[in-house]
């Protein structure tokens, strides 16, 4: 069945260090693939999303690009701010529902 | 509304004691979804509502879980006879469409502890 694997947090870093967080799946045929996050106390929000192979899913400075090859859709950010410190989800989109990772929680020190 | 609201937002509840969690979706999405949020364990889902479609009901836990949807709005999720390993945080999502390419919006979730 479908799965997507994200690497273990937490991930702690300064305030405008380089931001990657990994996320490979496995999945039939070819899903879309989403970044959600999680603020402290509220519920998840779509960060970034990928409908094809080779697209790129951007938003508020954060990057994605969904490869086929590698199975991959990591997370990038150039420089992360304190209010990035959440919990990051990433997704992949079966016909009807999501499978998500276990999530990725940031901490990022000013 | 503009979001997805869902009540209460923490219950405390005895073992064994039955619980009923609400889900009120934004107006006009047709597809209704309950996940469960467990410490390290990620969002495992529960089920799904399409219109007036059959629910799917495939990733349910046990049969002490049921949930119903009416006039294809509110959705109540409920939990019979509660155990401990029930304690987690219960979101439900909506999405205009069915489709995973439309994204969901989830609510804030209901944080059940089972004590």
């Known amino acids: 069945g479908d799965s997507v694997t994200q690497m273990e947090g937490p991930v702690t870093l300064s305030e405008e260090a380089f931001l990657t967080i990994n996320c490979t799946y496995t999945a039939t045929g070819y899903p879309s693939l989403f970044w959600y996050v999680q603020y402290p106390g509220e519920g998840l929000q779509l960060l970034l999303k990928?409908?094809?192979?080779?697209d790129k899913g951007s938003n508020k400075g954060f990057e994605a690009t969904y490869r086929k090859e590698t199975t991959s859709f990591h997370l990038e950010k150039g420089s992360v701010q304190v209010s990035d410190s959440a919990v990051y989800f990433c997704?992949?989109?079966?016909?009807?529902?999501?499978?998500f990772g276990k999530g990725t929680m940031l901490l990022v020190s000013p | 509304g503009a979001g997805v609201s869902q009540s209460p937002s923490n219950k405390v509840t005895e073992k064994g004691k039955d619980v009923e969690l609400r889900c009120d979706p934004i107006s006009g999405h047709t597809a209704l979804y309950w996940y469960r949020q467990s410490l390290g364990q990620g969002l495992e889902f529960l089920i799904y509502f399409q219109g007036n479609s059959a629910p799917d009901k495939s990733g349910l836990p046990s049969d002490r879980f049921s949930a119903e949807r009416t006039g294809g709005s509110v959705s109540t999720l409920t939990i019979q006879r509660t155990q401990q390993e029930d304690s987690a945080v219960y979101l439900c999502?909506?999405?205009?469409?069915?489709?995973?390419?439309?994204?969901?919006?989830f609510g804030s979730g209901t944080r059940l502890t089972v004590v």
């Open positions: 997704a992949l989109g079966g016909y009807s529902t999501l499978t």
């Open positions: 990928a409908t094809k192979a080779d």
């Open positions: 999502a909506s999405s205009l469409v069915e489709g995973q390419d439309y994204g969901y919006t």
